[in-house]
Structure formats: C-alpha cells, structure tokens
C-alpha cells in the first residue's frame, strides 16, 4: 500500500510527536507499507527534525518556481470560483503527479486549519483528492469554528463540509471538533491526539540533566498567544503579565523546585526559546528557572516531563505530553482543543479556561484563585492515559480496516 501524508505541520514538538505516533503505528500494521510525506517549500531543518530515517518512509519536498505567486494562487483559487488556476502551476502538477502515485491521501494529524485559521491551502490539498477521486483519510485533526460572517466564510464552510462527507475515514481528536462534525453533517471517529498512540521512553540527554540539576522541578509551557486569531487584539504586557503571575505563585508553594520551560516551537522567526527566556529575565528568582534550548526531540521532551512533579501547560501538547507520561497537570486552555481533549477523555476537573480572562478582569480573578487551589494538588492521571491511549488504538484499528485495506 501507499500512502501519501499530506499537510504534515512542522516547527512544533507536538506535531513531532503526533506525526511520530502515527507513523510508527502504520509500518508496524502494514509491513508492506511506502509512506511518503510531501511538503512544499518547507525548511529541510525542520524535516530533518521530524524524519526517523525508516526505509519505507520518503519525504518529498517540492519547491515553487515562484513561492509568492504559487501561494497567491493556492490561498485564493477555489475561494474565488478559479480551482481550474491550480493546474496551470508547474508545483501543482508535481503535486498532482504524488497524488497519482498513491493508494491513499491521508491528511496529517494537525490542528485547526480547517476553521479558525481559515487555510485554503489546506482545504485545496483535500479538494485535489476529490477531483482525482483518490481515497482521502483525515485523521486525527481539530475542526472549527466555522463562521458565517461573510461570502467566503461561508464559501470555505460550504467546501470544507464538502471536503469531509468525501473523505473515505474521518476521525476528530477532541469533543468540540466533533460537534462542528455533527453540524456540518460529517461522519466521524472520534479520537484523542495521535501522540497517545506512541509508547517509546528515552533518556534524558546529560547535558540536559545537568541543566536541570539533582532536584525536584515543575514543567512550565506558556504561550504567546498574540499569534492567534482569538488573541490579536491583547497587549503582550497584559498576557506576560498573568504568566509570570502564575511563575509566582508555583515558586511561593514550591520554594524547593525549579521550573523547568520545554520550547513546543522551532525553527520560526519568533520561537518559544525566545519567548521563555524574556519571561525568565523578568523573574527576581530566574535562576530557578531553566529554560531548555529548542533543539531536544519530542520523545526527549515526554521523558523530563515523565519525572517532573506537576505540568502547566498552555499549548495543547504540553498536556498531551503530561496524561502520556502520567503526570499531574494543570491545563491552561487557550483553544477548543485543549479544552475538547479534557471533554472527550470526561475530566476537565484540570482546565482552566483563559479565553476570556484578558477581557474580564473578574475572570482573570476567577482564574488565578482556581490556579491557586490546582497547584496545591497534584493527582497523578492514570485514568486519564489509560483511557486516552485506549481510543487512540482503537481509532487508528478502525481506520486501518475502513480505509488502509
């Protein structure tokens, strides 16, 4: 079989760890498996970071003659009625020729391109597979939301519903992503991130170790937020501000741990490395405060969190990261997925929702004196990876005998 993993996200920890998961469970379901994984001016550093140098697996990176004008195109053509454009791009006809060459399209586990970030790129890598009438698997993925303020809102709406009623095998990873589902009348698997299908422990680099020191340590993994659609309108200083708060306070109940800051980001103009380090220098304790260098691989990163004694987590994967490794987390959820990740595994018990806290400053208050209480326990989350890792097997078996036959 052949398959060809399209829309593989890069730059993110995460997404390693997700596109890890995901391919170690196919060659080992389908021995005689050829995956490759196609990606389009994307930054040979950034492959090299996510490539595990396996036989079957081949990535393909094909670069535009003219990078502006084939993005131009990508991002406008089925928005305004002229997909036929596509073809006319010497890229696009290479990609067309991969198409051609697989069994299966199998869109890459990712996030919210399909709804919030409104990414017609993404959405014309699906709608190529229908036009070829290719079998096309989305997996593992975030919907939503899906707006309706304008024409090409609802055009990208209207294809995107398209897109996923072709698809042969569609699974969502979170119960909100599942209810855009349901509205837009798609049949779906529910799952949990493809990062849960993996199991793989390693050591923790000596150089790594001695950053870190002998002691005990918390994880911290903030984010900048003011990248996101949701939170452009917000004052960096007001979202430093709550993170260093919440620095404070850990320090105060925990005067004998360091906190330890895993990078989830690389390789990008404005990367987590960067970002953690301005927060450390505005801490009056910052040699308590350790900030790992952005170069150490996903599974390293699981195995410091494995042996911290509490995650906080304001991307989505660092809490993915803490229910694999079975350790105590509070989540700071920005998005729905986050939040929809706790829902689908039924405990939200260690969420704090800070959509709104920088509009209301009773919810900022809200906020702080539940995070206050969070800290003070620390609940180790077997239940939670058990679950977890169990609907991550049975989503991939099911995909395997609806889709990979």
Same mark, same amino acid.
């Given at each position: 079989m052949k398959i060809l993993l399209v829309g593989q996200p890069l730059y993110n920890r995460g997404d390693e760890s997700a596109h890890k998961g995901l391919i170690r469970s196919l060659l080992k379901a389908i021995p005689d498996v050829e995956i490759s994984v196609l990606e389009i001016d994307a930054g040979q550093l950034a492959i090299n970071e996510f490539d595990m140098k396996r036989s079957q697996v081949k990535w393909v990176n094909l670069h535009a003659t003219n990078t502006k004008v084939f993005l131009t195109v990508m991002y406008r053509a089925y928005k305004y009625h002229v997909g036929w454009m596509l073809d006319c791009l010497p890229t696009w006809r290479k990609v067309i020729k991969w198409y051609e060459w697989a069994d299966v399209i199998m869109m890459a586990p990712g996030g919210i391109n399909l709804g919030g970030f409104q990414d017609w790129k993404h959405l014309s890598m699906l709608l190529l597979a229908r036009k070829m009438a290719k079998p096309l698997v989305y997996y593992g993925r975030s919907i939503g939301p899906f707006r309706e303020n304008d024409w090409a809102q609802r055009r990208f709406k209207n294809l995107a519903r398209g897109a996923l009623n072709y698809c042969s095998f569609v699974s969502l990873r979170d119960a909100e992503s599942i209810q855009w589902a349901n509205e837009l009348n798609v049949k779906c698997t529910p799952t949990v991130d493809s990062a849960f299908l993996d199991s793989i422990t390693v050591e923790i680099p000596t150089e790594v170790e001695r950053m870190i020191g002998s002691g005990k340590y918390i994880t911290f993994v903030p984010n900048e937020l003011i990248w996101h659609f949701a939170y452009r309108s917000i004052l960096p200083s007001d979202i430093n501000g709550f993170y260093l708060c919440l620095m404070d306070i850990v320090h105060r109940q925990y005067p004998d741990h360091r906190i330890v800051m895993l990078p989830q980001t690389s390789h990008q103009p404005r990367n987590d490395y960067s970002y953690f380090c301005e927060l450390r220098e505005r801490c009056p304790y910052k040699e308590? #405060?350790? #900030?790992?260098? $952005? #170069? +150490?691989?996903? $599974?390293?990163?699981?195995?410091?969190? %494995? !042996?911290?004694?509490?995650?906080?987590?304001?991307? +989505? %994967?660092?809490? #993915?990261?803490?229910?694999?490794?079975?350790?105590?987390?509070?989540?700071?959820?920005?998005?729905? !997925?986050?939040?929809?990740?706790? !829902?689908?595994?039924?405990?939200?018990?260690?969420?704090? $929702?800070?959509? !709104?806290?920088?509009? $209301?400053?009773?919810?900022?208050?809200?906020?702080?004196? %539940?995070?206050?209480?969070?800290?003070?326990?620390?609940?180790?989350?077997f239940e939670l990876q058990f679950k977890a890792k169990n609907r991550a097997r049975a989503c991939f078996e099911a995909c395997c005998v609806h889709a990979l036959v």
């Open positions: 308590d #405060v350790i #900030v790992i260098p $952005d #170069v +150490y691989s996903s $599974d390293v990163q699981q195995a410091v969190i %494995h !042996k911290a004694a509490l995650m906080i987590g304001a991307r +989505y %994967h660092s809490i #993915v990261f803490a229910i694999n490794q079975a350790t105590p987390f509070i989540s700071l959820s920005y998005e729905h !997925k986050m939040s929809g990740l706790l !829902k689908e595994l039924g405990n939200t018990e260690r969420m704090i $929702d800070i959509t !709104k806290i920088f509009f $209301d400053s009773l919810e900022m208050e809200n906020a702080i004196r %539940h995070y206050e209480m969070l800290v003070g326990e620390l609940p180790t989350p």
